[in-house]
Structure formats: C-alpha cells, structure tokens
C-alpha cells in the first residue's frame, strides 16, 4: 500500500485558485494511477481528475473541465491538482487515491481505488 497526504486546501473567493498535492510515500508512484475525488457535505463522494501511472493518459468530470489540471511529479512521489476558477459549487473535501491498474489506464470510479488521503478542504465562496 502507498501512503497518502494531502495539502493545499484553503479558503478563496469565487474566480480565484488553488493547487492541491498529493505526497506518497511507502511505493515507487510510477506503479499507480492517481485520483482525486471529493465530497460536500451531504453529497457523496464524487470524481474529480484522474492520471495514470505514466502521465500519459487523464480524465476529468465534465463540471471542472476546462479549470482544473491533474499532473504528476513522479520523482517527487507527488501528484497536483491545479484548480483555476473556482466556484462556490467546487466546496468540499478533497482526497487523493491510487490504484494498481494495467498501464495507461485510469478509473473513473472510487470503488478500485484501494489507498487514500484524508483529505483537505476546499471552500469557495461567492
């Protein structure tokens, strides 16, 4: 199992920005394809961005398309999210997953996702 943690989050005004990391540790990341998901309270939890272990492939739900960018830094065992525009609706805790799967493959649900961050709050206002 690769270990998790999560930073950046943080309070902005609508319109404006903020980069998540995810650090790993414990597992060469190169092995996994990373996720991130997120929860608003009430709400279940929901995708977000996902990379493959080479970078090569990503995917995104369609209401951050176009704002937000999932990366990877695979000798720093960390994966970002940058997320530009922000809007009221992208509150909600943020968490980072990984997954063994095939190459160049993502997943697009949290279910195969078998390690995870404890997250980190993103708050929007308007």
């Known amino acids: 199992q690769v270990q998790l943690v999560e930073s950046g989050g943080g309070s902005v005004q609508a319109g404006g920005s903020l980069r998540l990391s995810c650090a790993a540790s414990g597992r060469s990341l190169s092995n996994y394809a990373m996720a991130w998901f997120r929860q608003a309270p009430g709400k279940a939890r929901e995708f977000v961005a996902a990379?493959?272990?080479?970078?090569?492939?990503?995917d995104y739900a369609d209401s951050v398309k176009g704002r937000f960018t999932i990366s990877r830094d695979n000798a720093k065992s960390t994966v970002y999210l940058q997320m530009n525009s922000l809007k009221p609706e992208d509150t909600g805790v943020y968490y980072c997953?990984?997954?063994?799967?095939?190459?160049?493959?993502?997943?697009?649900?949290?279910?195969?996702?078998?390690?995870w961050g404890q997250g980190t709050q993103v708050t929007v206002s308007s």
């Open positions: 997953a990984a997954g063994s799967f095939p190459r160049n493959t993502i997943v697009i649900v949290d279910g195969p996702y078998k390690s």
């Open positions: 990379i493959s272990g080479s970078g090569i492939t990503t």
